[in-house]
């Protein structure tokens, strides 16, 4: 079975310094693997995906992720941290190779960046 | 970007009354809808993947009875909560997609806060 675990709860970064956000996998087959961001009562938003080739995939809004298949690890990063950064990350795995496979979240890390 | 949306973004319901949550692909056909919930600084927790003009599938733990489960068009799944309870108060988000392969994405709405009084 597919998952994914987020070992942090919160993590607290002063602005402009980097921030990690971490994510580990177990997977059977490929991985397909994703972050999203989530706002105050708000739906997600994607900000990247590992399906294949390059290990460090760039996404929107200046995030990256390292896809490390020795250590199954897909943490979320990002060289220099802004206030608005600050909301609920998820790592999540889709349990398929199509697009209509299910897709399964992590717990969730909050990220606070303080000025 | 494809956008989904949702309808109504949040609702105030009386315990034992039914609601219906409408998800929306507004700009592409989607073969597939997904219905998530998400109780208070907790994760999305899959309840159902639903195809266009068939039975959705539910997740375990899940009643099929409580989260009845239309998708009757390509652009249009709902979901209603029957004979709601305070426990079933909580944010509940769709996604859709069309089935596709690996670079394919879904979708997400926007979310409805349902609270059941």
């Known amino acids: 079975a597919q998952s994914v675990a987020q070992p942090e709860d919160q993590v607290n970064v002063a602005e402009g310094n980097p921030l990690t956000v971490k994510c580990t996998y177990s997977v059977s087959g490929n991985p397909y693997l994703f972050w999203y961001v989530q706002y105050p009562n708000r739906g997600l938003q994607f900000l990247l995906k590992?399906?294949?080739?390059?290990?460090l995939v760039k996404g929107s809004y200046g995030f990256e992720a390292e896809f490390n298949k020795s250590q199954t690890s897909f943490h979320l990063k990002k060289p220099s941290a802004l206030v608005s950064d600050s909301a609920l990350y998820f790592c999540?795995?889709?349990?398929?190779?199509?697009?209509?496979?299910?897709?399964?979240f992590g717990s969730g890390t909050r990220l606070s960046i303080r000025p | 970007g494809a956008v989904v949306s949702q309808h109504p973004s949040r609702v105030i319901c009386k315990s034992g009354t039914s609601v219906k949550i409408e998800c929306r692909s507004l700009d592409f056909q989607a073969t597939t809808m997904f219905w998530y919930r998400q109780f208070p600084k907790q994760s999305l927790m899959l309840m159902a993947t639903?195809?266009?003009?068939?039975?959705?599938?539910?997740e375990q733990g899940v009643e099929k009875d409580k989260f009845l489960i239309n998708h009757a068009s390509l652009t249009l799944s709902t979901l209603t909560v029957t004979s709601a309870h305070p426990e079933d108060s909580s944010f509940y988000i769709c996604?859709?997609?069309?089935?596709?392969?690996?670079?394919?994405?879904?979708?997400f709405g926007p979310g409805t806060r349902l609270t059941v009084t």
């Open positions: 999540a795995v889709r349990a398929g190779y199509s697009s209509a496979s299910k897709i399964i």
């Open positions: 639903s195809n266009e003009g068939s039975k959705a599938t539910y």
């Open positions: 590992y399906i294949t080739g390059d290990n």
């Open positions: 996604s859709a997609t069309v089935a596709g392969g690996p670079r394919d994405e879904q979708y």
